[in-house]
């Protein structure tokens, strides 16, 4: 059938919608919340966590979906949604597929950033420093997100941010890796290094210092891995 044929039907086509952001922010902040402490699959109720928003059933069910499709949980026919830990070859596998796309993210930003963006990267990490890091190690986890979520959006690549959304979760959460692997200061000094490097447009530059920071956290956790045995997931 024609495009012209399509407009010409006299009944009117179903409309597919999307799942209010807010509710569908609130689903997401919620189920990424959960896989932080589960060691095992748990089912995310539709009904209950539509009463937990005070929400109707159908935004929630649509913002499960939609989190289906982007990998952060699997939906079952019949038996709605599974969330299972972020287990320890997940972990590893994102870290290594990490080096390739967070040295791209890099390398595209400092040729996109402007002095705003690069401010605004700055101000990210302004309220920490060597004597303070320790004690603030859960905002300085926080602003780690946030900074490299900030370099994939500044990499100017759709594909990328899709990818980052679906799978970002897998470094972030549940494995307090900063605190554990006591690498807030040299976190933080590799990051201000990547900062600089994009303010100068060197992009090369950029693409080296981000790909090393992760080898860096790769390689400290599979040494810490080795040394303390910890199990099927982090």
């Not at 990424?32 to 060691?39: E, R």
């Not at 807030?184 to 950029?206: F, M, P, T, V, W």
Request: charged share 30%; hydrophobic share 40%.
């Amino acid at each position: 059938m024609s495009k012209r044929e399509c407009r010409m039907d006299p009944k009117p086509m179903t409309k597919i919608s999307r799942p209010d952001d807010s509710i569908y922010d609130s689903v997401r902040a919620h189920v990424l919340g959960l896989v932080k402490n589960i060691d095992h699959p748990v089912r995310v109720r539709e009904e209950e966590l539509a009463k937990k928003l005070s929400v109707s059933r159908t935004p929630v069910r649509e913002a499960l979906l939609r989190l289906g499709q982007e990998g952060i949980l699997t939906m079952e026919p019949r038996r709605g949604a599974l969330l299972s830990p972020v287990t320890l070859e997940d972990y590893i596998e994102w870290l290594k597929l990490r080096i390739e796309l967070e040295a791209f993210a890099a390398r595209e930003a400092a040729l996109n950033a402007s002095q705003r963006d690069v401010d605004a990267l700055r101000a990210i990490f302004a309220p920490f420093n060597d004597d303070n890091i320790d004690a603030r190690i859960d905002e300085y986890a926080a602003a780690n997100v946030e900074f490299h979520a900030a370099v994939i959006r500044l990499a100017e690549n759709s594909l990328l941010g899709k990818v980052w959304k679906s799978f970002g979760h897998r470094a972030m959460l549940k494995t307090r890796t900063i605190e554990r692997l006591k690498r807030a200061r040299h976190s933080l000094a590799e990051h201000r290094a990547l900062i600089d490097a994009i303010e100068k447009r060197d992009g090369a530059l950029a693409d080296r210092l981000a790909r090393e920071h992760v080898q860096g956290l790769l390689a400290q956790t599979l040494n810490d891995i080795n040394n303390t045995s910890t199990g099927d997931s982090i």
